[in-house]
């Protein structure tokens, strides 16, 4: 039954009711999620009447109520103190189910990225929920370096929503009393933990893109910090440039996307001396499908996004000095650069 259909059914009156009743008793979290649920079904003044008459101790005992509220209650509700204060001192801030060694799979967090977007955090409360997350970071570290040195890594992919809520949270939001150093730093272990835990742990992005796990290799690459990527990564933009050329991935447009953006928007950072060939054999691999001497039968991928990243990749090319005579005269028929 969709939206329209519940509001005019015969029992509309009955279920509103029934909503009203579950306002003045409702005592479970899973009885206030029926009415946020069903929240269009009874009046605004009444809906915050309920929130703000719930018990701090009903709102702290569970993390998805928790989420769910702060989307739900006015700006100016006394309700929006109360809820911070309940955030700032709940047990599911930055929890990642580990205790005394072990780690629980599945335990819930808040999505406080997404809250701080709802409610204003003052800059000691933003701190507070920062020092927070330190702690919780650098138990995921010691544990992820632990398991590392014992070859235990099955849980590790566990850290893997956490560490992108931590993302999330310190990209998201200002810290005036943090210092740049302390920021990066701590962006820099968020980032790292998050690539060296995804895939189970098990893989790095040189094993992913060996064994066709593109879009998960590309993916943990948008997460390296641009001045890291030809740093640290480089290998992994051969293997990644070798596949377009060879035209030998079932993620060719995604290859495509991503290494013609990273080399045109960070070009100053790419060293020249090793990309600058490997720029050339990606335009000379893709000349005859652009000339007219073959047909367009390269499986996964679109000759228009091919067009887009071609000539972006020329453009870098041309501007470290190579040449190509074909794609200096090339017209593009798909887009327009």
Request: negative net charge.
């Amino acid at each position: 039954m969709n939206e329209e259909d519940l509001l005019s059914s015969q029992y509309i009156d009955n279920i509103r009711q029934g909503i009203l009743w579950l306002c003045e008793n409702g005592n479970k979290p899973a009885q206030i999620c029926v009415i946020l649920n069903l929240i269009k079904l009874i009046d605004e003044e009444t809906v915050q009447e309920c929130l703000e008459n719930l018990p701090t101790s009903l709102i702290e005992s569970d993390c998805t109520l928790m989420k769910a509220i702060p989307n739900y209650i006015q700006l100016n509700s006394p309700l929006i103190s109360r809820i911070k204060g309940v955030i700032l001192k709940s047990r599911f801030l930055w929890s990642n189910g580990i205790s005394n060694g072990c780690v629980s799979v599945g335990c819930s967090f808040l999505d406080i990225a997404d809250i701080s977007k709802i409610i204003d955090f003052t800059e000691d409360e933003l701190l507070h929920i920062w020092d927070k997350m330190k702690l919780s970071l650098f138990q995921i570290q010691k544990e992820y370096n632990t398991r590392s040195a014992n070859e235990s890594l099955f849980f590790l992919s566990h850290f893997d929503g956490i560490l992108d809520e931590m993302k999330l949270f310190v990209e998201n939001n200002s810290f005036k009393a943090i210092t740049k150093e302390e920021y990066d730093r701590v962006h820099d272990i968020i980032i790292k933990l998050r690539i060296s835990v995804s895939s189970n742990s098990s893989h790095n992005i040189s094993e992913l893109l060996i064994e066709d796990h593109t879009d998960n290799a590309i993916s943990m690459l948008v997460n390296v910090k641009p001045e890291k990527r030809f740093m640290e990564f480089q290998s992994e933009y051969i293997l990644l440039a070798n596949k377009i050329v060879l035209k030998q991935s079932q993620y060719l447009n995604s290859c495509m996307k991503h290494f013609s953006w990273v080399v045109g928007t960070y070009s100053d950072m790419v060293p020249r001396v090793i990309f600058k060939p490997t720029l050339e054999y990606i335009l000379i691999a893709y000349t005859p499908y652009f000339n007219g001497d073959l047909d367009w039968d390269i499986a996964y991928a679109r000759k228009d996004e091919f067009e887009k990243g071609l000539m972006r990749i020329y453009s870098i090319f041309r501007n470290w000095g190579g040449e190509n005579s074909f794609w200096a005269s090339y017209k593009p028929r798909f887009v327009n650069i």
